[in-house]
């Protein structure tokens, strides 16, 4: 089972970008639930929004919430993070994250056990 993250780029204070999430392999459409996480450089990595696949609960970081918004497209497997409203402090590298069962911890990264590569999103001010 893979995970391909992919959007990240160079933008400007107060610009949008969608980042995917797509899951491929025979489990892929096993997932319970599936994250964002990001790690800015020299801080530990961070929750910014997941998404439960079965009652299509979605949960956001305050830091984020009211700007970014996490979707799916149940057809390819696929998860979204529509940023809006971005601040040169979401700078990071950005990583998705998958696990079978919903975890009520969801926020915290050792619960899950496939992770993407990582897109990095460089916002300038």
């Known amino acids: 089972v893979q995970l391909q993250a992919s959007g990240g780029g160079l933008v400007q204070a107060g610009d949008s970008l969608r980042l995917s999430c797509a899951a491929s392999?025979?489990?892929?459409?096993?997932?319970?639930?599936m994250a964002w996480f990001r790690q800015a450089p020299g801080k530990e990595r961070e929750f910014v929004a997941a998404?439960?696949?079965?009652?299509?609960?979605?949960y956001h970081a305050g830091s984020v919430k009211g700007r970014f918004s996490i979707s799916r497209d149940s057809a390819d497997h696929t998860v979204y993070l529509q940023m809006t409203g971005l601040k040169p402090e979401d700078t990071a590298v950005y990583y998705c994250?998958?696990?079978?069962?919903?975890?009520?911890?969801?926020?915290?990264?050792?619960?899950?056990?496939?992770w993407g590569q990582g897109t990095q999103v460089t916002v300038s001010s």
């Open positions: 994250a998958a696990r079978r069962n919903f975890a009520i911890n969801y926020y915290a990264s050792e619960q899950y056990a496939n």
């Open positions: 998404y439960r696949w079965g009652t299509r609960a979605t």
């Open positions: 392999g025979r489990a892929s459409d096993g997932y319970g639930l």
